[in-house]
């Protein structure tokens, strides 16, 4: 398996390689992000100290290239992966596929881009972009709740069900109109004798001045990275709407969303608000998160307060604390302190 990995690693350079002669724009990109912590969530019998990877945003690394075809049309690639700085591991997780981040070609102009292959799910933008603590799967409270399922007592599943990336799908976004733009998500759910099973959705961002807000709708029937139908046929639903603004002194963020599941005939509610502020030569963050199950009457709530300073424009140094409680088990609280960097 290494051996395979570490082959197909060398393809992909030597190609990229060879591309990068004939077009000036490819380039390596990435961030490591690495902190050392206790984590306890809510339901865990007792807290582990760890040093990890992705303690503000998820370590990757990869290539991207565009090229100009004349006449304002554009054709450009992404191909990066995920990766876990504390141990070199590829993937964010056991059986995560390669590429997971990107894997798609894209031709883009006057009338937008359309993008094939592995991308963003509808869920993600608006997500990061509206809680203070941006891209943050271990510290920031929307993502926890709506995007990482907790594998212990408490048996938490994350509301947006089928990843923040869908592979096989086409995917359109506009051009800017006025400060609007939407993202059209579809992916092929490639099941014979049943071509119904799919997911689709949208989302629209609107950015003017210090206002900015934000909606996504999905429709989910197969789940990701490695895309197969829901246990039991299962098709969930979820949305979310969110706003911001920025007052200088501090900036402000709030959201609200449903998800459906019809198996189960179960909603959640998820609603948070949250917090930046310059403070002295960093950035106070702070962030809660709520989230109820109707059937059970079981409440999640998550609360972040952190702090994160910039060294320079592609390196900074944060720390966060965490508090997380769910109905029926012992809370937990969990710190961390880590470095971020670009390249």
């Known amino acids: 398996m290494k051996k395979r990995s570490a082959a197909l690693l060398a393809a992909v350079v030597a190609l990229l390689a060879g591309g990068a002669q004939a077009q000036s724009s490819v380039q390596l990109m990435g961030m490591l992000d690495a902190y050392a912590g206790r984590m306890k969530l809510a339901g865990d019998a007792q807290g582990t100290s760890v040093l990890n990877s992705g303690g503000m945003t998820t370590s990757w690394w990869g290539f991207k290239g565009t090229e100009d075809l004349g006449g304002g049309l554009k054709a450009s690639f992404a191909l990066t992966s995920f990766l876990q700085a504390d141990t070199g591991i590829p993937g964010r997780f056991t059986g995560d596929t390669f590429f997971s981040r990107d894997a798609n070609v894209s031709l883009s102009g006057g009338f937008g881009t359309l993008t094939a292959g592995r991308a963003l ?19 920031a409270p929307l993502v926890l709740h709506n995007n990482v ?6 048996g938490w599943k994350q509301t947006t069900p089928s990843d923040t990336g869908w592979s096989n799908e086409l995917l359109y976004s506009t051009p800017s109109f006025g400060g609007l733009t939407a993202n059209v998500h579809y992916q092929f759910g490639e099941q014979p004798n049943d071509s119904g099973t799919a997911n689709y959705g949208l989302n629209l961002l609107y950015f003017n001045g210090p206002f900015a807000a934000t909606a996504f709708y999905e429709h989910d029937q197969v789940s990701n990275p490695v895309p197969a139908p829901f246990a039991g046929n299962d098709t969930k639903t979820d949305w979310m709407v969110g706003a911001s603004y920025d007052f200088q002194v501090a900036k402000l963020f709030g959201t609200w969303g449903k998800a ?60 966060v604390v965490m508090h997380d409680t769910i109905t029926g088990f012992s809370s937990g609280t969990s710190f961390g302190a880590g470095i971020r960097k670009r390249f």
């Not at 509808?122 to 510290?139: A, E, K, Q, V, Y």
């Not at 962030?287 to 079981?298: L, R």
């Not at 709530?301 to 994160?308: E, I, R, V």
Request: hydrophobic share 35%.
């Open 260 to 319: 459906d599941s019809d198996a189960l005939d179960q909603s959640t509610r998820t609603w948070s608000l949250g917090v930046s502020a310059p403070v002295g030569p960093g950035s106070l963050l702070a962030a809660y998160a709520n989230s109820k199950v109707d059937t059970t009457e079981t409440t999640r709530k998550t609360a972040s307060l952190g702090y994160d300073y910039f060294l320079s424009k592609s390196t900074d140094v944060y720390a």
């Open 149 to 154: 399922g907790l594998f212990n007592g408490t």
């Open 121 to 139: 799910a509808p869920n993600f933008l608006p997500t990061i972009l509206f809680n203070p603590f941006g891209d943050s799967f271990t510290f």
